[in-house]
């Protein structure tokens, strides 16, 4: 199962998400590797740092052309339960790498923060999943609604963010498990990259890990539906 986080904008929690999920399924005893296309990053925000950080164990992977990738994807579906790869931002300068990475993947997970700016891209997001979908059919789209914050209006209706999303992109499912801001949990985790789904209990953890599991459960049936599929249409 290749996951990809992805999505126009930056800033949007991609590689926060992408190696607190990395970490929860490796925990979970899944065999996971890591695809880091964002590993320029400064800072230790990136997933090679935060994931290296978290759980050395995890193989992490820097493909450095989309070449290298297109050969990588088919070798890590084969070795491992999980591939989760943080896209790099943006889709103009590299789209070949996006498209290439959409093209193998099973999910694409796209983070957004409850505000217009990081959801008002979501068109030109659905339009490389449209595109990705003409040679990969079965790729499923998720959006992932992060920092949620209870003082403000749209962090007290959730509903009004997934309200937004559906106005611009009507065809992109939402998680429901929404996750909510949690600068404490984050700051203390900084000595560990991004990773908050270990050490005491914080909302961010417990949302995460509801999130995760919410996902998983997601892509178990997913996977079962497009078996039936896949039998349906050979018989
Ligand atoms: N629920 C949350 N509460 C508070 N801070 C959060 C939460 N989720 C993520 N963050 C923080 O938000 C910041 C931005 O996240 P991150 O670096 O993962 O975004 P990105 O989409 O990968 O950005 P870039 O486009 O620069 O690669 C990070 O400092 C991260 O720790
Ligand atoms: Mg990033």
Not at 10 to 38: M, P
Not at 133 to 144: G, H, K, S, T
């Amino acid at each position: 199962m290749n996951i990809t986080f992805a999505h126009s904008k930056g800033g949007v929690t991609k590689s926060a998400l992408a190696s607190n999920l990395s970490v929860w399924l490796h925990r979970k005893g899944h065999q996971v590797a890591a695809i880091d296309l964002d590993a320029g990053e400064y800072g230790n925000k990136s997933l090679t740092t935060s994931v290296g950080q978290a759980a050395p164990e995890i193989p992490i992977y820097q493909p450095a052309s989309p070449e290298e990738l297109r050969d990588l994807l088919p070798q890590l579906a084969e070795q491992f339960h999980f591939t989760v790869a943080d896209a790099p931002g943006g889709f103009q300068s590299t789209a070949k790498t996006n498209i290439e990475l959409l093209k193998h993947s099973d999910f694409v997970l796209i983070p957004v923060k409850p505000e217009f700016d990081a959801i008002e891209p979501l068109s030109v997001v659905e339009q490389i999943i449209a595109e990705a979908r003409i040679q990969n059919p079965l790729l499923e789209a998720r959006v992932i609604i992060n920092c949620l914050d209870g003082r403000t209006r749209t962090g007290r209706d959730p509903q009004s963010v997934v309200d937004l999303v559906h106005i611009i992109s009507p065809n992109l499912r939402v998680m429901n498990q929404k996750v909510r801001i949690d600068s404490s949990a984050f700051q203390t985790a900084r000595i560990n990259g991004s990773v908050v789904i270990q050490g005491g209990r914080s909302p961010a953890q417990e949302d995460l890990n509801a999130l995760f599991a919410e996902l998983l459960s997601d892509m178990i049936v997913t996977i079962s539906q497009h078996s039936q599929q896949m039998a349906a249409a050979n018989s």
